[in-house]
């Protein structure tokens, strides 16, 4: 049931990030997100959902909860003007989420003589 739950917030939180990839028309003479800010963040952001879209990459509820209020929270960098700060902290989450985890070896290294 919880997998269930996660892979469904993964999956609308690509189609979110997608979504803010593509430069949008403005409602009544403004915008969700500029078109600047869009433009220059596109490539991370298409990151970001392949990145929540690839099952076999374990992604952690904090940083879900993370790449959630970065989403949805109009006071994040992303909803701003400035386009050096929404790239930085787009690029900053992408490195959150796509970062893989450190491997832990069953067994220690051993060395080969050939």
Do not use: N
């Not at 386009?83 to 796509?98: K, N, P, W, Y």
């Amino acid at each position: 049931m919880k997998r269930d739950r996660i892979t469904k917030r993964r999956h609308k939180l690509a189609r979110m990030a997608e979504s803010a990839a593509v430069p949008e028309r403005p409602i009544r003479g403004t915008y969700m997100i500029r078109p600047t800010v869009s433009m220059a963040c596109a490539p991370s952001l298409q990151a970001i959902a392949a990145a929540l879209r690839d099952d076999r990459l374990h992604i952690d509820e904090e940083r879900l909860k993370a790449a959630w209020r970065f989403f949805t929270d109009g006071r994040t960098a992303l909803y701003g003007y400035d386009v050096t700060d929404a790239l930085r902290e787009t690029v900053r989450l992408q490195q959150e989420i796509v970062r893989p985890e450190p491997v832990e070896l069953d067994q220690a290294p051993v060395a080969v003589a050939v």
